[in-house]
């Protein structure tokens, strides 16, 4: 009698206690967000293991990341709004963000930071599509079977983030892209786009003048010498070319020069590591 009893409550507790289920949408959603918090992840550990920073805002971000995509993957309801808003505010902030527009309007200039922000734009996209359609979801109906078009989804941005890639990889292996350089009014002209020189190598004319054009608003502070192989910055005037002392440049452009002296120089930005320039003088 008492066991019939106590089976007959736990059968009513089961009934009184809703069960939180992961559908197939909340569950790609959590997936795409800790897609997401690997690359962030990676991000900070690489910027600790080679340049010995430890850069707390990244590793914010991947604690919030990381929260969340353990929160949606609890089956709450609404999680999934959650991650889908933090997925857009992700895309926005990157976007904004100047080296991060930089290296989608220049992908050839830095490959790797492309690569990075096209995943975690792919990522983005699927958790915020795949968020807000779990809610809907939830909110419409009991059903919880993936739609048909998820599928599609994420193969189409597979490919798509995969083609950009290559590509990127494809044009940055080209010799011309390497050695190439452009001239503006017949001055030899040099564009810097995120932390890097377009063009690492530019030929200048005996007695001409070398234009830098900054295409972007991030900061870069250019003088005499070069970054080492092992990131160590060396300042050092070269005789016979011109003195550059903490040139700050900020979406403008500066002509150093004119170069008097055939010779080979090198001019190198003091905020970015490893933005070196040879300058050929013939």
Known sequence: MSHSKDHLEQETNSKTVPRRTLTALGRTTALALLGMTLIFLFLFVLFWVTGGQVVL?????????????????????????????????????????????????????????????VLVYALAVIALVTGIAAAIQHYRSTERFAPRWLGSLLAGLSGRAAGMIVAALLVAA??????????????????????????NVVLV?????????????????????????????????????????????????ATIGPFTTAGVFHLYCTIHRGMNLTIVVQ
């Open 174 to 199: 080209s010799p011309q892209s390497i050695s190439a350089s452009t001239t503006t009014g017949g001055m030899p002209t040099v564009h810097m786009a995120g932390s890097d020189f377009l063009t």
């Open 57 to 117: 805002p990244v590793l914010a971000v991947v604690a919030v990341f990381a929260f969340t995509a353990a929160f949606v993957a609890t089956g709450v309801r609404w999680a999934t709004v959650l991650g889908s808003f933090l997925a857009l505010a992700a895309m926005i902030f990157l976007f904004v963000l100047p080296l991060g527009g930089s290296a989608l309007r220049h992908p050839t200039a830095n490959v790797a930071r492309f690569s990075e922000l």
């Open 205 to 253: 004319p005996k007695g001409e003048k070398l234009l830098l054009v900054d295409d972007d608003s991030v900061e870069h502070i250019i003088q005499n010498g070069s970054w080492t192989q092992n990131g160590t910055p060396q300042s050092r005037e070269e005789p016979g070319a011109p003195v550059v002392r903490n040139r700050d440049i900020k979406g403008g452009s």
